[in-house]
């Protein structure tokens, strides 16, 4: 059914192109001329140099489109990509899913590969966390959909590439931002950049501080960046970039539905007891040389560090950790030709140690005097390290001026080994996990310059967190193994009214197998077993359109969506038979939609609107999340206050109709005691901001 849907919408767009293609051509050039949308240019990294190009379905955040809200939460930007679905609750809990990939995590975000630029955010541990680092420091967000990524490391839910801001104006600027809104929200930016023609430095700094609305949730995050370029020539450069991160964030955690019901406000009672929070300093930093070896073969290498050192007191204990993890990439790419075959290739290897200790200890809070949580005696220690590496190539083939194919290839090794010092002495324990191989073919059909057809196949796999490579006692299960699945998509790429409409169709199928579950058999004890198949299906539609209304007025607009079938093809668990229930912690259906009005005077409006359809909470489908839709609102001024000074004053209005949901869903919480389960983290009420900022071009 869903493949005769999306068949008869790729015909319809086709018979679009083709009527109103002479009609484009056949208009008259008056005095205004239009605004065309922009080809997007993607990563370096990948083997094509266009969105257009690209046989995968990627989703792109355009710096403009990051700043479009009030330039503190990521979260509503990520959601506006088609199969993409990020929650979050007091900017430290979130967690993101593609095409249902991650959805049943209990806490973060794992099954995702993310770069910073060439640096993995990603830890060993299968972790990833994106927000750490200010909108205002990112040039652009680019997200690869299903295991197509075999150059970075074939995730089963795909990657999330960041590109760092860098300064393309010449000589100096400097700018300054305060952001302020409802409950206690305050964000304070300085950035400078130097911009010479061997050289560019980027330094910024901000500060974030709200009150929160709920109770034991303030927030307070600040950081500093480094970035820039050095030795810059025409064949080569030596890119560097450092972030320093320190937050303290305090935790209300999750409520029951009765307390979410009557009074949203509250956190879980014994996380307001203990005054719980999460506290760490973490730094990335990285090199990356980039240099032409000859005209047919270039090279960029990197090498990078992440340091994190954090502090979490919690009601049952006080969780310290430390991490530190070292890596280096390199990567080749080129072309060559075969009679008249061109070529364009990569290959290359990434490797990747990461080594963590944590600790436990007791909470003596309810001995504190109210005053929150008490460090007591310790509980556990263990040390884990982790060892792999990515060898990975492809090759894109011009088999003819409209036909290309490509084949991708990456193969991963990991190897980890375990020593637990406390509650009692474990040697250390050795493991690995077979070698894997996780190829990609793609066919791409360019009919003509604005029309793009292609089909993809391609294999994923995802490693065990820690928690599910364990036993109940905490020694290594060595029945442990990846999840692994087969993605197949067809898809299409579309402008229209002379390159004002673009419009873009994906769909999927994507088959999971050892699907991972970490049982919770403790307050912070789980265990892992492969327990069955998942089915991911789908189709995603992204239009974008831009009206030249007249000389003083310009309209874009957006909708992005995606309809899904998500569900347990074979699912037993303790006894349970899940087969054929909906996958939990994620909607099948999303729309956001929105418009951007600018003027000639300066003057800017912004709406847009989110739909998402209810929620499984739990496997057995027996508790459900109701649906919900939110309307922000924003409106501003830029001008120009003196020569090379200019300035933007913006007011906005997040849920604007005062809806009631829940930003964070906790898949499968158990009851305490005589309880009901704390599914629900809920969302911000209706709130407001306002922002004011200051650039200066020397």
């Not at 960029?300 to 310290?320: G, H, M, Q």
């Not at 929150?372 to 492809?394: A, C, M, P, V």
């Not at 209304?549 to 899904?564: K, T």
């Not at 005077?601 to 459900?624: C, E, K, L, R, T």
Request: glycine share 8%; hydrophobic share 35%; net charge neutral.
């Amino acid at each position: 059914m869903l493949l005769k849907k999306y068949c008869f919408l790729l015909l319809v767009l086709i018979v679009f192109q083709n009527t109103f293609a002479q009609e484009g051509k056949s208009k008259s050039i008056d005095s205004v001329k239009t605004e065309k949308l922009e080809e997007v240019i993607i990563s370096s990294f990948h083997i094509n140099d266009s969105l257009q190009n690209a046989p995968a379905s990627i989703g792109i955040l355009s710096k403009k489109e990051l700043m479009q809200n009030n330039a503190t939460d990521i979260t509503t930007v990520v959601n506006t990509i088609p199969g993409v679905f990020m929650q979050s609750s007091n900017f430290t809990t979130t967690r993101i899913s593609i095409r249902g990939i991650g959805a049943r995590t209990p806490y973060g975000t794992n099954k995702i590969r993310a770069f910073y630029g060439s640096i993995p955010l990603t830890s060993g541990n299968s972790e990833t966390v994106i927000d750490d680092i200010d909108l205002e420091n990112l040039n652009q967000i680019e997200i690869i959909k299903g295991p197509l990524s075999s150059i970075y490391g074939a995730g089963l839910g795909g990657a999330i590439l960041i590109s760092p801001q860098l300064s393309k104006s010449k000589g100096q600027t400097a700018g300054i931002s305060s952001t302020f809104g409802s409950f206690g929200l305050l964000k304070n930016t300085l950035s400078y950049s130097l911009n010479e023609k061997n050289s560019s430095l980027n330094l910024s700094y901000h500060n974030l501080k709200s009150d929160g609305w709920r109770e034991n949730s303030s927030y307070k995050r600040e950081g500093f960046t480094l970035a820039g370029e050095l030795f810059r020539r025409q064949y080569s450069k030596l890119t560097y970039f450092t972030n320093y991160t320190y937050l303290k964030a305090f935790i209300p955690s999750s409520i029951s539905k009765e307390v979410y019901d009557s009074n949203p406000q509250l956190g879980a009672p014994t996380w307001v007891a203990s005054k719980g929070f999460k506290e760490y300093k973490s730094t990335l930093a990285g090199l990356g040389y980039d240099f032409k070896i000859t005209d047919n073969l270039n090279n960029s290498t990197s090498v990078f560090i992440n340091y994190k050192d954090s502090n979490e007191p919690r009601p049952f204990d006080i969780l310290r950790q430390y991490t530190f993890a070292t890596g280096a990439r390199t990567q080749f790419s080129g072309n060559f030709e075969i009679g008249k075959l061109k070529n364009q290739f990569i290959f290359g290897m990434e490797y990747f140690t990461d080594n963590y200790n944590g600790n436990t200890f007791e909470n003596l809070y309810k001995q504190n005097n109210g005053q929150g949580s008490l460090q007591g005696n310790q509980l556990t220690e263990s040390d884990q390290k982790r060892h792999f590496y990515n060898i990975f190539s492809q090759i894109r083939s011009l088999l003819s001026e409209k036909l290309e194919l490509q084949f991708g290839l990456n193969y991963n090794e990991t190897h980890f080994e375990l020593t637990n010092f406390l509650p009692q002495k474990i040697a250390t324990e050795k493991y690995s996990y077979d070698g894997i191989f996780s190829p990609q073919l793609s066919l791409l059909f360019k009919p003509n310059q604005e029309q793009t057809l292609y089909f993809s196949a391609s294999r994923g796999f995802s490693l065990p967190a820690t928690e599910e490579t364990l036993t109940s006692n905490g020694t290594i299960n060595p029945d442990i193994k990846p999840e692994n699945g087969y993605n197949f998509e067809l898809g299409g790429k579309f402008y229209f009214f002379n390159k004002n409409l673009y419009t873009e169709i994906a769909l999927y199928r994507m088959e999971i197998k050892d699907l991972l579950v970490a049982k919770r058999i403790g307050d912070d004890q789980y265990e892992g077993v492969n327990a069955g198949k998942t089915l991911h299906e789908g189709i995603e539609i992204t239009l974008k359109h831009n009206w030249q209304i007249n000389r003083l007025f310009n309209l874009n607009s957006y909708v992005g969506a995606s309809i899904g079938k998500y569900e347990f093809q074979e699912f037993v668990d303790s006894g349970n038979d899940y087969s054929g229930n909906k996958l939990t912690g994620v909607p099948a259906n999303k729309v956001n939609a929105g418009l951007i009005l600018n003027t000639r005077f300066g003057i800017y409006f912004n709406a847009d609107y989110q739909f998402v359809d209810d929620i499984p909470m739990n496997d057995a489908n027996s508790a459900f999340s109701d649906s919900y839709n939110i309307v922000n609102l924003k409106t501003g001024y830029r001008f120009e206050i003196l020569h090379n000074l200019t300035t933007n004053l913006a007011f906005g209005i997040n849920n604007v109709t005062n809806e009631k949901y829940a930003s964070l869903i906790l898949p499968n919480a158990l009851p305490v005691g005589t309880s009901s389960p704390r599914y629900y983290y809920p969302g911000l009420p209706v709130n407001c901001y306002g922002n004011i900022s200051l650039n200066y071009l020397f």
